[in-house]
Each structure stands twice: as structure tokens, then as C-alpha cells.
């Protein structure tokens, strides 16, 4: 008698209203009904399912545990039941029991396509990628535009390497389904991973063509346009992720970093540090903070960023080396050095570092009796400055071998020591110990008062200085070298180099002007164009012995800083370096002379981006500069006629 009750109850309109507030999302008002049900029909097995899958639904999985095994003793072939146990047993992250209940719910019922999906997702998460593969397959083969398992089983091809094969399937989802924000972010993010970059921006737009709300997608959007150099775009959309979740602390770090390369520091400071006060553990935002605040000459308060990311991150590599460049920029070298080793272990340096099947060394007292290996790891500038260690290192072993750039070799070798230089790419000789040479400073404990600064240490090469006389013009003008941008390629290119343009003033000045650029960037060619009174070397430039014959030749280099400078100063030439507000670590602080270069005399910005008071100061001086050298020339031609007279009067004494 109870379970015909029970049957009138399940097919009454009273119990199909509960069904539709089940099914509409109204849960708990559900399951008071359902509770009422069973303290009536408390035997009744869909009366227990549905109890327990509504407290699944609601989060509450030890009820939905319990009832829904209950309902399985009394109804052992119920599939959805077996289905939605292994739901809560998923959500507890219970795998092994999740996935026992999803076969059972198959066995049960062989076309169940979401028992399959489900099953599909357990696979790849237990790492069964092929199983899951399989089970998403099935899934399709039963409901062919089932677009969630299309999506995931494309996913699934993406992370197993099969990016094509994930494009296929990503299009027959969106076959099904065009208005899918998902099918299509999914797909971006397979297009990016093929460097297909235009096309994943595409992608990610019809993403959120389908949904403006789709933060993934904004941000995503963001990072592409942030890594192609679009940043306002990137910060376009990096503002639309925040506007649909405001506590997204990972927007506004990236955001940080566009508005930083478009010069907007106060708002990228203060997106960093609104990402901390999202997330007071984040050290990526205290490191790039701490970065922006190095990068805008605040030391104390970078040092201060820097320490708070490695307390929360011991081995942040990047961090420990940015704290190394800003103790050596304060003259805090012994401590400064020690920590600039931490580059090499920092991913974004692995490319420039090099390893062998042999010991690296760090102690002078070690090499004795070896042949031992040092190879220059970062720009030409570096290994022209440090190279002067190399003497020193030659003193302690057997044999020097010396791997650098080829364009360098000619020059480093006027070393005055015997040294054995490779060509990066060549094969290098035997070896027992290596060393980079931007290491040398720590391995030879270098302070401000010992910095090894006789110079030179470089000389040009004789026979080719005779050459640059012989195509130089021959009157007595005063001549300069002018060097106004590096390598496009520098990672603070954009605040060390100066547009030819800003030099229009001081390129009146009447001097013999020779340009010390090997390459020429498109946005300088109208000022070219214009300053014909400069004279370009860039086709007789082959290696840096080539621009040291030219700088031997010169009265003065001006430059920015880049490794003209480094030349200049390796030959003991009078050089003039302009510094941006925030200067290269090598270059200390509040200074205008350098311990590395006695000849080096420094222009700094005082303030961020300021080139026009460094110019104006660069004018002054080199206007006292000129008055001061004609004055010294006129000197010489006075003395030169005078001995001259002397000479002619000695000669009719003899004729006499």
C-alpha cells in the first residue's frame, strides 16, 4: 500500500512543481520538499535520489553521499544515481571512488553520454590522457554536438601535443555551437600556441563577441597585445578584465607593466600596488614595483619591494639580481657582486649561460696549474669593461682561454697577456675549469678602491689608425665621435638611446663630426638626411678594432651609453657619456666622473626622460671644450713655428 502511495505521490502535480523548482535552481526550497516526501515514503528510492542529488547540487556531499548510496540499495541499476555519487565523490577529491561509480553508471547504461564526460575529465586529471581521449570520443560518438566534450577532448589534443588535431575539433564545436565563449577562448589559446598571434587574437575577440563579460578572454587579450608592444590596447583591455572582476590582482600587474612601458609611472605604480593589496603574498608584484621604482632612480624604496618578494620567495632569482644591480649603482660592491651570481639562475638568462662536463670555478687559488675557460656572456659593452680581469686571471693558471663574440677578438687582443681567444660557435680547446666573465668581478673581490682602472687597457691597432689618418681630412679641426644610439634589442633601449634630432644645437658647433653608429634605425633618417655635416663610417666599421682605430683618431667621443663608450674609455679616450635618470649599475650614482673609466666624464638626466637639461649641460661644457682645445692648438702652432724659426737659424750656423 505504501508504494502505490509512493507512485501517486511521484506522478502528482504537487511533486512535478518540485520537480521544476529542482530543476529552475530553487535547491534548498527542493529539498525541504523532498525531506517531507521522505518522512512520509522514506523507502521510496527516486524520492532518495533526488534528495541526494539536490544536496550535491547545494555542496552538502556527505548527505549527498549518503543518500545517494542509500537510493543504490535500494535501486541498484540506477545509472544518473551512480553518475551524480561520482560527482560528489569528484568533488571531494575522491578519484579512485569517483571513477568506479562513472563505470558503473556506463555499465549501467552504455549510452550514457554524460557518465562518459565525466569520466573523460577524471582520465585527464589522473593524467590517463589516452583513456580520456577515449571516453571524450565515445561522448561525441553518442551526441556528435555535445560542445562541452568537444571542447575538452580539442583541450585534451592541444596539451597532448596535437594542435592541428585541436583546431579540428575546436571548428566542429563551433559547427554546433557558433555563440560558445569558451570553444572559442580554448581556441586562442591553441592558436597562440602554434604563434599563430593574430589569429588567437581573433579568436579571443569572437570570445568575447559571445560574452563581454568573459574575464579570461579580456585578460588573455591583454597579455598578446602587452608581449606584440601594443600597449595601449593591452591596457584597453586589461581595464575591461577589471571592470568584470575588480579583485583580479594578475590584471593589474600585467596593466602595471603596459602603463610602465608607455611612461606612465604613477599609474603603473599604482596598479602594482593595487595587485598587493589584493594579494599582500604576491612577490611578482613586489619585484616589478621594486623595478619600477629601481628604473625611476628610488633605490631605498626598490630595496625595500625587493626584500619584501624575497621574503616571500627565498629563491627569486630575478629579484636577488636586481638587488645586486642596485647595491653595485651604490657603490656597495663587495655584497653587490656576491649577489649578481644569482643571474645564472634565472630562466630568462639561460640562454646567454653556458655549461660544460668540467668543474666551474670562483677562487683565484683554484686555477693554479689549470687551463681554464672564461666566455662572455652578455653585450659587447660587458666584455670590453671587464675584460681588464682577464690579466689578473692569467696570473693564476696554466693557460687563459677566452671565448667571446668575433667582432671582439681582434680588439681583446691587445690584452697585454697571453691569451687563447675563441669565436663563439668555434670549437674550443681542452679545458679543466670554467668561468663567465661578468663573474670576474666577484671572483676577484672587487671594491670602489680597488677597481682595476689603468688605462689603457686596450690599444688600437697601429696600422689601422694609419689608415682612418689617411681617409680623414687633413686640416686642423677639431674632431668628435658621435655615438647616439645602442641596440634597439637592449632592454632599456628606449630610455639610453636619443634621437638624432635632439643633437640639431650641438652639431653646429665647428668641429669635423664622425658618426661611431655601425647600424642606422629608419626614425633618424630625416635627420640624416638633414646633418650632412657628419661623416659616416658604417661600411669600414667591420669589428670594434676598427672603431678603436677610428676613436684613436678623434679629439672627443660623445656618446650614450652604449659600448662605444666602453671603447672610448678601454683606450683612455677623452669620452662623454649621457645617462638616463636611472643609469646602467656600472655607472654608480650622483657622480660625474667613473672608477672604471678615468677618461669618462658623465652627463645624467635629473629627471625620468629629461634629455634637454643633459643636452643644454653637454652644450655648455662642450663650448668651454672647444675655446679650450683651440686655445691649446693655437699654443702648438705657435711653439711648432717657433722651433721651426729656431731650426733654420741652427742650419745657417752650420752653413756658416
Same mark, same amino acid.
Given at each position: 500500500?505504501?508504494?502505490?502511495?509512493?507512485?501517486? *505521490?511521484?506522478?502528482?502535480?504537487?511533486?512535478?512543481?518540485?520537480?521544476?523548482?529542482?530543476?529552475?535552481?530553487?535547491?534548498?526550497?527542493?529539498?525541504?520538499?523532498?525531506?517531507?516526501?521522505?518522512?512520509?515514503?522514506p523507502k521510496e528510492p527516486q524520492l532518495v535520489y533526488l534528495l541526494g542529488t539536490a544536496y550535491c547540487q547545494s555542496g552538502e556531499l556527505e548527505q549527498a553521499i549518503a543518500l545517494l548510496k542509500q537510493s543504490l540499495e535500494l535501486n541498484p541499476d540506477n545509472a544518473f544515481a551512480y553518475n551524480n555519487l561520482g560527482n560528489a565523490y569528484q568533488e571531494k577529491k575522491q578519484k579512485v571512488e569517483a571513477l568506479q561509480c562513472y563505470e558503473q553508471a556506463i555499465r549501467y547504461k552504455p549510452d550514457y553520454v554524460s557518465a562518459f564526460f565525466n569520466r573523460g575529465n577524471l582520465l585527464n586529471e589522473l593524467g590517463q590522457q589516452p583513456q580520456a581521449l577515449a571516453s571524450y570520443a565515445e561522448a561525441i560518438r553518442l551526441q556528435p554536438n555535445y560542445v562541452e566534450a568537444l571542447r575538452e577532448y580539442a583541450g585534451l589534443l592541444r596539451e597532448m601535443g596535437q594542435e592541428e588535431n585541436a583546431l579540428e575539433i575546436f571548428a566542429q564545436a563551433i559547427q554546433s555551437n557558433p555563440d560558445n565563449a569558451d570553444t572559442y577562448f580554448q581556441k586562442a589559446i591553441t592558436l597562440k600556441k602554434l604563434g599563430r598571434v593574430y589569429q588567437a587574437i581573433e579568436s579571443y575577440i569572437e570570445a568575447t563577441r559571445c560574452n563581454s563579460q568573459h574575464t579570461s578572454a579580456l585578460y588573455n587579450l591583454g597579455n598578446i597585445y602587452l608581449d606584440l608592444g601594443d600597449h595601449h590596447r593591452a591596457v584597453e583591455q586589461y581595464s575591461k578584465a577589471l571592470q568584470t572582476r575588480p579583485n583580479y590582482p594578475e590584471a593589474y600587474l600585467n596593466r602595471g607593466n603596459a602603463f610602465k612601458a608607455l611612461g606612465m609611472m604613477q599609474e603603473s605604480l599604482n596598479d602594482y600596488s593595487e595587485a598587493i593589496k589584493l594579494n599582500p603574498a604576491y612577490a611578482d608584484a613586489y619585484s616589478n614595483r621594486g623595478n619600477l621604482h629601481k628604473d625611476n632612480g628610488r633605490v631605498e624604496p626598490a630595496l625595500s619591494d625587493y626584500e619584501q618578494a624575497l621574503t616571500l620567495r627565498p629563491d627569486y632569482a630575478e629579484v636577488h639580481w636586481n638587488k645586486a644591480l642596485l647595491l653595485i649603482v651604490k657603490g656597495e660592491y663587495e655584497q653587490g657582486w656576491q649577489l649578481y651570481e644569482w643571474r645564472l639562475r634565472m630562466a630568462s638568462y639561460q640562454m646567454n649561460c653556458q655549461t660544460f662536463p668540467v668543474?666551474?670555478?670562483?677562487?683565484?687559488?683554484?686555477?693554479?696549474?689549470?687551463?681554464?675557460? *672564461? &666566455?662572455?656572456?652578455?653585450?659587447?659593452?660587458?666584455?670590453?669593461?671587464?675584460?681588464?680581469?682577464?690579466?689578473?686571471?692569467?696570473?693564476?693558471?696554466?693557460?687563459?682561454?677566452?671565448q667571446v663574440h668575433v667582432a671582439l677578438i681582434p680588439l681583446l687582443k691587445t690584452l697585454d697577456t697571453d691569451i687563447t681567444f675563441v669565436a663563439k660557435g668555434d670549437a674550443l680547446p681542452a679545458f679543466d675549469a670554467y668561468c663567465p666573465l661578468m663573474s670576474l668581478p666577484y671572483v676577484c673581490k672587487t671594491t670602489l678602491e680597488n677597481v682595476p682602472a689603468s688605462v689603457p687597457y686596450l690599444q688600437a691597432d697601429t696600422a689601422k689608425i694609419q689608415q682612418w689618418r689617411h681617409r680623414l681630412s687633413t686640416n686642423k679641426t677639431l674632431r668628435v665621435g658621435l655615438a647616439w644610439t645602442g641596440s634597439s634589442k637592449h632592454d632599456n633601449d628606449i630610455n639610453r638611446s636619443i634621437a638624432l634630432q635632439n643633437f640639431e644645437q650641438l652639431l653646429q658647433a665647428n668641429v669635423e663630426w664622425h658618426s661611431l653608429q655601425k647600424e642606422y634605425r629608419l626614425q633618424d633618417q630625416t635627420a640624416l638626411n638633414q646633418f650632412k655635416q657628419i661623416q659616416h663610417h658604417q661600411n669600414d666599421l667591420n669589428d670594434f678594432a676598427d672603431t678603436a682605430a677610428l676613436i684613436e683618431c678623434l679629439d672627443l667621443v660623445i656618446t650614450v651609453d652604449t659600448s662605444v663608450a666602453h671603447v672610448a674609455g678601454a683606450l683612455g679616450k677623452p669620452v662623454w657619456i649621457l645617462l638616463?635618470?636611472?643609469?646602467?649599475?656600472?655607472?654608480?650614482?650622483?657622480?660625474?666622473?667613473?672608477?672604471? &673609466?678615468?677618461?669618462? *666624464?658623465?652627463?645624467?638626466?635629473?629627471?625620468?626622460?629629461?634629455?634637454?637639461?643633459?643636452?643644454?649641460?653637454?652644450?655648455?661644457?662642450?663650448?668651454?671644450?672647444?675655446?679650450?682645445?683651440?686655445?691649446?692648438?693655437?699654443?702648438?702652432?705657435t711653439l711648432s713655428t717657433q722651433e721651426q724659426s729656431s731650426q733654420k737659424k741652427n742650419t745657417r750656423k752650420k752653413d756658416r
Open positions: 500500500m505504501e508504494l502505490q502511495n509512493a507512485k501517486e *505521490v511521484l506522478q502528482s502535480p504537487h511533486f512535478q512543481e518540485v520537480l521544476q523548482l529542482h530543476q529552475s535552481g530553487n535547491i534548498q526550497e527542493a529539498i525541504a520538499h523532498y525531506q517531507s516526501f521522505l518522512e512520509q515514503y668543474p666551474e670555478w670562483r677562487n683565484l687559488e683554484e686555477i693554479a696549474g689549470k687551463r681554464v675557460l *672564461v &666566455y662572455a656572456e652578455q653585450g659587447y659593452g660587458d666584455a670590453i669593461q671587464f675584460c681588464r680581469y682577464l690579466t689578473q686571471v692569467r696570473q693564476h693558471c696554466q693557460q687563459l682561454i677566452v638616463p635618470y636611472a643609469p646602467d649599475y656600472r655607472w654608480l650614482l650622483n657622480r660625474t666622473d667613473s672608477p672604471w &673609466y678615468p677618461s669618462a *666624464v658623465l652627463f645624467r638626466q635629473t629627471a625620468y626622460g629629461d634629455w634637454q637639461t643633459v643636452l643644454g649641460d653637454l652644450q655648455q661644457q662642450f663650448n668651454q671644450w672647444i675655446a679650450q682645445a683651440e686655445t691649446h692648438m693655437q699654443k702648438l702652432s
